[in-house]
């Protein structure tokens, strides 16, 4: 973010220049001769109302055409008052044959047709291409009226009165104007100094019709400016009081009057030659040595000797005094490799000038920023001022311009911006919440003060804000931010929570018409001492189209232990600041932030975090929220909100085993349903030996009886077992059966006759034990029934098994086992409901890689669970004696839902 981008200040190695140009013209090496072909070509917008330009802004984006003007009286006026007319070539192209241009100052071109004015000013001659058309259009002209404006402006410390372009050429030594610096910002599209004036000039030129001959009176630019409305037209009127608030009808106006404020309109200054070696020298000292110590290199004992002499001792910069820079110049270190660009001045007396910069910082990334404090950076009007502005929202260079004044000793030293607090960060941003699908629009707000000047308030007001106070929590790792904060119950907690947040803190339904070019936002600090500073922003044009994200091209997963984020990319290339990326928590108080980042490459689109680094971590199990934001230098940002929830590998893990128990007890209820349970009447008999046994019996075919059945290893004492025929299909591995005549003592059962196929008693209970296997489901369970009464009826019956088993899987390179250590599986039959299975009373441990599952040291247990064909519908989860969560089924599915540290329900999570 340009704003931070600099620890201190951002400066450079720079040259100085204050020497004209020729404006509006190609420049090379020519000199002028003392007889000169001087040549031009007349172009002005087209007419029709599509395209009559409502700002300069619109002609800079070649939204002109290029139509030229023919039959037009055009002269060229000298600086010592001569006068040479210009021949039309009838191209739309003018020549002269010019002579004393030797020495001269400049010159002036003008060309009239009707009501139509084009003018244009060249001041540097000597690099002035005369072999090819100068060329003037609105731009000129717009240009050579903001000169009127600029000159009178310094008025009142020069002494020069100037009413026309001949006065200012006549003048142009004398007034002093940097006339690179003027002509860079008119012709930058992005600069509002000017606005008034070129919007003059912009709108004459559009609205002219450009017929007739320059005896057809006075132009429509020289009526606007002298106040004439009398034969200005309704449109232009209407348009004129639009874009300037000038009351049509009267001409009381002065246009000049609309043009400038001494403190918005600054006008760059040459310095006087006897100064200008001192001043340059001193700033020069200044620069060199902070531009060493931002790209991250110390100082020499000389250096720092040198850096010292130029500062004053009462120097203050973003709330830093000339002790704090001096101690902290070996340790500061930032992005800037080089910066590359100029300086310039503006006069505030005979003793006191401002410096500015303008050029371009090359990032060690390899990336660059331009820079420009004359549009960019506050403008103030005092040598101690006590109000700021800024002509956007943020002040990406809010260290310049800087204050560079005469000493007692004639001597030139830097007294800082004078700014007491370190940094105001107003971002209007564009907002999608994600997870709410809505999209708002906020203003982010923070102040940062100093140790150095202290703060005791903060207060901020503007258009749909009642006044606020901002303040600060002094137990943040960062306790000098002031911020908007807000104090709510998160999530389930009943605990109040104080964060930081945007205002207002639901937003302002978006799309809205509150947010206008030109709204200012205040900052009224008030320091320990009882002084105050204000700081005024003040929101800039708005993109055309500027929205929030769409949720459709935003993305935020956790995967691989890492955070994964993806936007799209930045479409205001020539605004775009940075995309900036922030975690932050909530639920702990203050500002929340876990981890941030700038990128300042319009083409990243996506970045991902460790969950745990060396700075920071995100906690499993713990819920967060991300900001992405894509920011513009101006202040604006579009911004997406998404909370997310780092996955635990003990949550992780607890779901795993929750799909794996699902499914194994799906698989055990599914298998007993195909227990079909003996319907038995017969005679007594009796067997020594394996021996299918009879279908009469009422047993299935295939059914084996054994005397002694040594072949079920878990209960060889077991005698006079039936053997059921095997299900695999339904899961069922093994199926037994032992009658009981009642009369033992409980080991024997009931024996068989060989050779009458008779029981040789009639049995009055039955035991049955149910071996359900399903090996690809990891599902090894034993149903046993004990000493139950007999089954007489096929349609009307109810079997109550005990269970225990194990149900494992693989998760990964993670083996995990469930051992149920005791279950009640219900397997009814009646002829209302047909067949049913129902289970409960579950028991269970919990093993991983052979070990307990363990939460907070302590093993857990799944009590109390119930389960039927469709799989788990219930139990809960303990770690020791403490009750963690619980399993739960509804419409939805299956869902796990844990308990926080104060016992409440967290989000469930989904198993199914």
């Not at 004015?117 to 050579?144: G, Y």
């Not at 250096?303 to 973003?318: P, Q, Y």
């Not at 001597?411 to 107003?426: A, L």
């Not at 250590?821 to 047909?834: I, L, P, R, W």
Request: with cysteine; charged share 15%; net charge negative.
């Amino acid at each position: 973010m340009l704003k931070k981008f600099f620890v201190m200040f951002l400066i450079g190695v720079l040259a100085f220049t204050a020497t004209g140009c020729s404006l509006f013209g190609d420049d090379d090496d020519d000199v002028a001769a003392s007889t000169t072909v001087v040549k031009t070509v007349i172009k002005k917008p087209a007419t029709g109302s599509s395209n009559i330009l409502g700002n300069l802004k619109a002609g800079i984006k070649a939204q002109t055409t290029t139509d030229v003007v023919t039959g037009a009286v055009v002269t060229l006026t000298l600086a010592n008052g001569s006068v040479f007319t210009m021949t039309d070539n009838g191209n739309g192209e003018y020549t002269a044959t010019v002579s004393g241009l030797d020495g001269a100052p400049g010159f002036i071109i003008e060309a009239r047709k009707g009501d139509l004015l084009v003018q244009n000013m060249v001041t540097d001659l000597a690099n002035t291409n005369f072999s090819a058309p100068i060329e003037s259009n609105h731009l000129t002209t717009a240009f050579a009226q903001v000169a009127i404006s600029a000159a009178k402006v310094l008025e009142t410390q020069t002494g020069v009165k100037v009413a026309t372009l001949e006065d200012l050429i006549k003048n142009v030594t004398s007034i002093s104007i940097d006339y690179s610096e003027l002509k860079r910002q008119v012709t930058d599209e992005t600069n509002v100094l000017y606005e008034s004036s070129r919007t003059i000039a912009t709108i004459a030129l559009g609205s002219s019709t450009g017929e007739g001959t320059s005896e057809a009176g006075s132009s429509l630019l020289e009526k606007i400016i002298s106040g004439n409305f009398t034969d200005v037209t309704d449109a232009v009127k209407t348009e004129l009081a639009t874009g300037l608030n000038i009351t049509v009808g009267q001409v009381t106006t002065a246009w000049t009057d609309t043009v400038t404020t001494p403190m918005e309109d600054q006008i760059p200054i040459a310095a006087p030659v006897t100064d200008k070696e001192a001043i340059d020298k001193a700033v020069t000292t200044y620069l060199n040595a902070f531009l060493k110590m931002v790209g991250g290199s110390g100082l020499t004992t000389e250096e720092k000797a040198g850096l010292s002499a130029v500062m004053t001792e009462d120097f203050v910069m973003n709330g830093k005094t000339k002790t704090v820079i001096l101690n902290s110049i070996t340790t500061d270190a930032d992005d800037l490799d080089r910066f590359e660009g100029g300086h310039s001045l503006l006069k505030v007396d005979d003793n006191t000038y401002m410096v500015h910069i303008a050029g371009t910082a090359y990032l060690k990334t390899g990336g660059s920023i331009a820079v420009d404090s004359t549009t960019e950076g506050y403008a103030y009007d005092a040598k101690s001022p006590a109000e700021f502005k800024l002509r956007t929202l943020e002040a990406n260079i809010s260290e310049f311009p800087v204050i560079i004044a005469r000493q007692s000793d004639g001597s030139w030293k830097v007294s800082g911006n004078r700014i007491k607090i370190d940094e105001v960060d107003i971002e209007l941003q564009y907002t999608t919440n994600l997870d709410l699908s809505r999209k708002h629009t906020q203003f982010w707000l923070q102040l940062e003060d100093t140790t150095s000047f202290p703060v005791t308030s903060v207060k901020v007001s503007g258009p749909n804000m009642p006044e606020i106070d901002l303040t600060k929590d002094a137990t943040l790792a960062d306790s000098n931010a002031w911020h908007y904060w807000r104090t709510e119950t998160m999530g389930v907690s009943t605990a109040p929570v104080k964060h930081t947040a945007a205002y207002p803190y639901e937003g302002w339904t978006y799309p809205s018409t509150l947010h206008q070019q030109g709204q200012e936002y205040k900052f009224v600090v008030t320091f320990s001492d009882g002084s105050t500073q204000t700081f005024i922003h003040t929101v800039p044009q708005i993109p055309s189209g500027y929205a929030p994200y769409d949720a459709t091209n935003v993305t935020v997963n956790v995967a691989n232990n890492k955070l994964q984020i993806g936007w799209p990319a930045n479409t205001n290339t020539s605004l775009f600041d940075s995309y900036y990326i922030n975690v932050w928590n909530h639920s702990d108080g203050g500002d929340g932030r876990v981890l941030e980042q700038d990128i300042t490459n319009i083409n990243t689109t996506s970045a991902e975090f460790a969950l745990i680094s060396t700075s920071y971590e995100l906690i499993p199990g713990k819920n967060y929220s991300i900001n992405i934001h894509s920011e513009l230098k101006n202040g604006l940002s579009q911004h997406a909100y998404k909370s997310f929830t780092v996955p635990d590998p003990t949550e992780a893990t607890a779901v795993a085993m929750s799909k794996v128990l699902d499914n194994g007890l799906k698989g055990v209820a599914m298998s007993a349903q195909s227990v079909n349970p003996p319907v038995y009447s017969g005679p007594v008999g009796s067997l020594r030996a394996a021996v299918s046994v009879a279908t009469s019996l009422g047993l299935p075919s295939n059914t084996m009886f054994y005397d002694t059945y040594t072949a079920y290893a878990p209960e060889p004492s077991m005698t006079n077992i039936f053997e059921l025929p095997k299900n695999l299909a339904m899961g069922i591995a093994l199926h037994l059966l032992q009658f009981r005549d009642g009369t033992d003592a409980g080991i024997n059962g009931i024996s068989y006759n060989t050779s009458t196929g008779l029981l040789n008693a009639l049995p009055k209970t039955m035991n049955m034990l149910v071996v359900v296997q399903q090996l690809t489901a990891g599902l090894n369970m034993e149903l046993y029934l004990d000493e139950h009464p007999l089954i007489n009826s096929s349609t009307e019956y109810h079997l109550a098994f005990g269970g225990n088993g194990t149900v494992t899987a693989q998760l990964g390179s993670e083996e995990i086992e469930i051992r149920i250590s005791d279950s009640m599986v219900d397997v009814s039959k009646n002829t209302a409901e047909g067949l049913t299975v129902s289970g409960h009373g579950l028991e269970a441990s919990l093993y991983q890689n052979g070990q307990p599952f363990k939460v907070a040291g302590q093993n857990v247990t799944i009590r109390n669970g119930m389960f039927d064909t469709e799989g788990l519908i219930t139990a809960y989860l303990f770690a020791g004696e403490q009750n963690i969560g619980m399993l739960s089924r509804d419409e939805t599915g299956l869902k796990l839902i844990l308990l926080d540290e104060n016992g409440h329900n967290k989000a469930p999570i989904y198993i199914q």
